[in-house]
């Protein structure tokens, strides 16, 4: 069943959701070379408790970290290690906080130092297609018709599309219904109603779209060790369109 939040769980959300965007914006500067993704864990997680809150994917199915960190052809669930970013790596890192029992996720794809050309076309149309994707969501519009505006963006930016991980909603658990994949047909899928949470994820590639995953059982990398990039907010419907619960403009609506 996809849940109907009220205006006192919207808040909650909000709440924790600005936590997970604080998170981000506290990490950004010491995302640069030399930097092990464990102390990234470290940081996130201290900030996270500082604000009152706990860290989302802690023992999540156990999931040993804070946060997940994914980088270069690593595409998501990557586990915080010794791990030194190096110049020209991209990172994802994906943040989740509960706060009074509710969540709010987010990811972002960060450069470490230079990148090439490649990797920096990657990244702006993977963010832009989370944007696109979100574009679509107002009330009576379908699930289906966020995933057909993300895969026809990819496409039209030749990015390859993650079937296998979706999208989802977002509440008092960290996933609940209903999927949102980033693919689909326009017109299909549940109906967007005003209330529902959702996070929209989009995980495109510069090379096949094809995963596999690592023998730690957690981190999901690209066949062809391709690039793969990851943007996430999770967002509110309202009235006539959405909110982003995950962003810096704490209360705008689009
Ligand atoms: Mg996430
Ligand atoms: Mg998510």
Known sequence: MISIKSEREIELLAHAGHIVYLTHCYLKPYIKAGITTKQLNELAEDFIRSKGATPSFLNYEGFPAAICTSINEEVVHGIPS??????????????GACYKGYHGDSAWTYAVGNVSKNIEYLMEHTEKSLFIGLAEIKPGNRIGDIGAAIEEYANKHKLGVIKELVGHGVGTNVHEEPDVPNYGK?????????GMVIAVEPMLTL???????????????????SASAHYEHTVVVTKNGYRILTGGAYNEEK
Do not use: A, H, V
Request: proline residues 5%; hydrophobic residues 30%; contains cysteine.
């Open 186 to 194: 326009r017109g299909t899928g549940p109906i967007l109603k005003e």
């Open 82 to 95: 010794n791990r030194k970013l190096k110049n020209g790596d991209i990172i994802s890192i994906d943040i």
């Open 207 to 225: 090379g096949s779209p094809e995963i596999c995953i690592l023998d730690d059982n957690w981190t999901i990398e690209t066949d062809d060790y």
